[in-house]
């Protein structure tokens, strides 16, 4: 199961996903990273989730402190926001799990308003079917939609405040936003992520949500 490449297909078929991946290209340019990052291909997706994390950060950091400085990511956080390449089998699996993590927190999003009707199995699957979604990768879609929706489990997979807000940005960018369901379920995803405000503010303004 190519689990990125379904990651980005799912998102590509959401409002704004691509135009936000500009930010990735924009802070790789301005910053000191290698330019291998580029060649993740369809891990863009993941780069684009975590330079949006990263930035918000950085933020964060500049208004509560006089310091200016964009410290950059350290090897962990390249590693886990797309920002470089595997460079063994362990880190290889290290960002497995966190494409699974983003997987499955944009499918928790998706029920946040009750359940999963055709309409919006359409939203979540339209670009995935396009780009010939496999059996394997449409069984792991249903099966996750079938589950009852679990906030808390998701939650307690995130090891790192960087990843948090990673899961904050698929979430927000997985749905419309556009009920009071879901900007509920965003303000206590925030809460239960123990995001800052102005993280969230920041994160909100770049996505669009």
């Known amino acids: 199961m190519n689990a990125m490449g379904l990651l980005s297909s799912l998102l590509s078929n959401k409002q704004g996903a691509s135009s936000i991946e500009q930010i990735a290209s924009s ?54 926001s797309g920002m470089r390449e595997p460079e063994n089998e362990a880190e290889e699996q290290a960002v497995e799990e966190v494409v699974f993590l983003m997987l499955k927190a944009m499918i928790n999003a998706a029920k946040s308003d009750g359940a999963v009707d055709d309409e919006e199995m359409e939203k979540i699957t339209g670009k995935a079917k396009e780009d010939g ?47 009071a369901a879901e900007a509920a379920y965003l303000k206590d995803l925030a809460e239960k992520l123990n995001l800052d405000d102005d993280i969230v503010a920041n994160l909100e303004s770049a996505i669009g949500g």
């Open 27 to 80: 802070f790789l340019s301005g910053g000191n990273q290698s330019n291998s990052s580029s060649n993740l291909g369809k891990g863009s997706i993941l780069l684009t989730l975590g330079t949006l994390a990263f930035k918000a950060y950085q933020e964060h950091q500049k208004s509560t402190s006089n310091n200016t400085n964009n410290a950059q990511p350290d090897a962990i956080t390249q590693l886990l």
């Open 133 to 179: 979604m496999s059996d394997e990768e449409q069984h792991f879609i249903m099966e996750e939609i079938n589950k009852p929706m679990d906030t808390e489990a998701l939650v307690a997979a995130v090891s790192s405040p960087q990843i948090a807000a990673q899961v904050y940005s698929v979430s927000l960018m997985a749905i419309d936003n556009d009920t």
